[in-house]
């Protein structure tokens, strides 16, 4: 039994921006393989090297998070807003015309776009232990932005489960999926408890559907984005 999908950083492809000033890396999105113009939610980092204008998304929500790097000044419909804090959400418009200044130098951002006649999304960040338990229909997004992570979770019926690896783990790494125990010995999913869990590096995230919970420990600082139906 598995709950949860679980979503390598190492497994993920850089993408370039046209305008050559940054790269995006898609963590993950839904429907399971949307492009950028049928996604409901789309959750990515991006690595941004030069400033400039944001590319236009009607319809859609935007939610930025600074992780790394100085921070930057976003003009948002002819209003500056300065996204310096790391960690902090920063909500805007996708219809809106938004231009980019970096405030010192080269940054990492966090980014959840949601298309509004479908999907809201609410972020959060977290610095100590927490659970998640998205209710049916709802989807939960927990991302390491800084440190470690060691993630449990159950299936609806409450039993403890290993966490599914997605299609694009590499062949052989299944087994790093499953529950291990602090000393790293593997355990079976039944042996899963308060003590024992994945690991998650900087940038691993778990998406976990509704019916699922997942306890998380964090060393360090996760995002959970709650992906909910609009309308409800």
């Not at 409901?40 to 400033?51: E, I, K, N, T």
């Not at 600074?66 to 902090?88: F, K, N, R, S």
Request: aromatic content about 6%; proline content about 6%; some cysteine.
């Amino acid at each position: 039994m598995t709950a949860g999908r679980l979503f390598r950083a190492q497994d993920r492809t850089a993408t370039s921006w046209r305008n050559g000033g940054g790269v995006t890396r898609e963590v993950a999105a839904g429907p399971a393989g949307a492009g950028l113009d049928d996604f409901a939610w789309r959750v990515s980092l991006a690595d941004v090297a030069a400033g400039g204008p944001f590319s236009s998304f009607p319809g859609v929500d935007r939610v930025i998070t600074v992780v790394e790097g100085p921070g930057m000044e976003l003009t948002v419909d002819g209003t500056p807003h300065t996204v310096a804090e790391p960690y902090a959400p920063f909500p805007f418009s996708g219809d809106a015309v938004t231009e980019c200044r970096l405030l010192g130098g080269p940054l990492v951002d966090f980014n959840v776009m949601t298309r509004r006649a479908t999907t809201t999304a609410r972020v959060r960040t977290e610095r100590e232990a927490f659970s998640v338990a998205p209710e049916e229909g709802t989807e939960a997004l927990v991302i390491v932005l800084a440190g470690t992570a060691t993630a449990t979770t159950t299936d609806a019926k409450g039993d403890a489960t290993a966490i599914a690896p997605t299609d694009a783990s590499p062949a052989g790494t299944a087994d790093a999926l499953a529950p291990i125990a602090a000393n790293g010995d593997a355990l079976a999913p039944a042996a899963a408890n308060g003590l024992a869990g994945t690991a998650l590096g900087r940038y691993d995230a778990v998406l976990l559907s509704g019916g699922e919970t997942g306890a998380f420990r964090v060393d360090g600082v996760a995002a959970v984005v709650t992906l909910t139906p609009a309308g409800t």
